[in-house]
């Protein structure tokens, strides 16, 4: 079975992501048989602990996003049903397939929330600095991403955040702090061996782990009502890679936060299982469908 081809693919030139709770008496199966008609391959489609749970399928490795207490600091959970990631090459493409995927599940699924996600000076953070530079590439990409074997090999799992920036307050500060934020530098984007041990760089940094948690970033920027942040995306063969990350920026481990705290914060956190593609369909037969 192969994975669903977007997770593997660089960001799209557009993006929109669709997120969906259960209907109180939904047909999910029928809105899923017609979810798996009307898709796209270039969506990614993520399936949430909710709907496998009333479908009365166990994914193994599934859960809902956890609540994560760290120096103050709790990354939300609003874990969702099924999640979409439309991928266009237009604003206006992602637009008119997101309506058409709307119009085949809203009777039976509710639309809870819908962001408009772009490509910013080629791929960089709202901040400036660039994002991806650090993801694993071809066959390092599959091993980090994509479920080698057994009944669920060919799958995928996407960890999901909306994260709300606070630029004004970024800006102020001096291009030293900004670069030491982050760990890189803003021109030339060389990664500052002297920047602290907060920089999000060092959090993060996929090989200090043990066993290394590489994961494949598909994040992109996103602005709407006059807010703006990073709709950030990691693909894993297990959400732990992303979790024992996630753990360490928000200081549960060691007491140092994350300095990408200082001006941002998620407001979403979900988890979800993408389904393999066969035949150009999504294989939904883990779920007995
Ligand atoms: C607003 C939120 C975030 C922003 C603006 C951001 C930005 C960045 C930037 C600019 C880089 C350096 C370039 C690169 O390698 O991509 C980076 C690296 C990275 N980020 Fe984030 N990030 C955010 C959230 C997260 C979260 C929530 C995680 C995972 C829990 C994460 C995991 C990583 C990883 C694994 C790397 C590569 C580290 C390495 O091995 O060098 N990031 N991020």
Redesign the pocket.
Known sequence: MNPQAGILEPPPSAGRHLTFDLKHAGNIRAALQRLKSAAPPSCVVGVGAPLAKALGASIEGLRSFPSLPGCGLQPPSTQSALWVFVREQSTSECFDTARMLERELIADFALVEEVGTFVYRGGH?L?G???????PRGADAVAAAIVAAGPLQGSSFAAV?R?L?DLTGFQALSALERDHT?G?ALQGNDELPDAPVSA??KR????SYDPP?Y?V?R?MPWSEGGEH??Y?L?FGESLDR?ER??TR?IGAEDGVVDG?FGF?RPVTGGYYWCPGQSEGHLNLSPLGL
Do not use: C, K, P
């Not at 993060?204 to 090989?207: F, G, H, R, T, V």
């Open positions: 953070d901040s600095y660039e994002d991806g530079t650090e993801n955040q994260w920036h982050i890189r999000h760089v993060s940094a996929q090989e948690a994961m970033r994040s942040g990073l950030f990691a992303f990350v996630l920026m990408l941002t």
